[in-house]
């Protein structure tokens, strides 16, 4: 293989463009759906299937990182003492219990969100 094919290929120039037309209440359901930097770079990766991330909760961030503490403090206590005693597995299983309720919140609240923005 010689370097032209190790090298990665340049960017293809996008020449062909689509003129999209919305009511006012469908442009302001759009924008109120898009993520990322621009409008066209979001319906171009909507229309070819890509995913778009949407940013995090920054509330369930917050509570995910206090939950890995906590289960780093365990896991140092587990280690240092070589034992896990009845403390130690209570903590573990409210660690769950709060895990599970933080996920189904989030999983119930994008589904209303999306339900919202589907109107």
Not at 9 to 36: A, C, D, H, M, W
Not at 60 to 66: A, E, K, Q, T
Not at 93 to 98: E, H
Request: proline share 2%; hydrophobic share 40%.
């Amino acid at each position: 293989m010689n370097r032209a094919d190790m090298e990665e290929p340049q960017k293809k120039i996008r020449q062909k463009s689509i003129k999209v037309r919305f009511n006012e209440t469908e442009y302001e359901r759009v924008l109120k759906r898009q993520s990322g930097n621009t409008l066209a770079g979001w319906l171009r990766q909507v229309a070819l299937g890509i995913v778009p991330i949407h940013q995090a909760d920054a509330e369930l961030v917050r509570n995910i990182g206090r939950i890995g503490s906590n289960l780093n403090q365990l896991a140092r206590y587990v280690n240092t003492q070589k034992i896990i005693d009845q403390n130690v597995h209570n903590e573990i299983v409210a660690i769950r219990t709060i895990l599970q309720q933080l996920i189904a919140q989030n999983i119930v609240d994008a589904i209303a969100e999306d339900n919202s923005n589907d109107c």
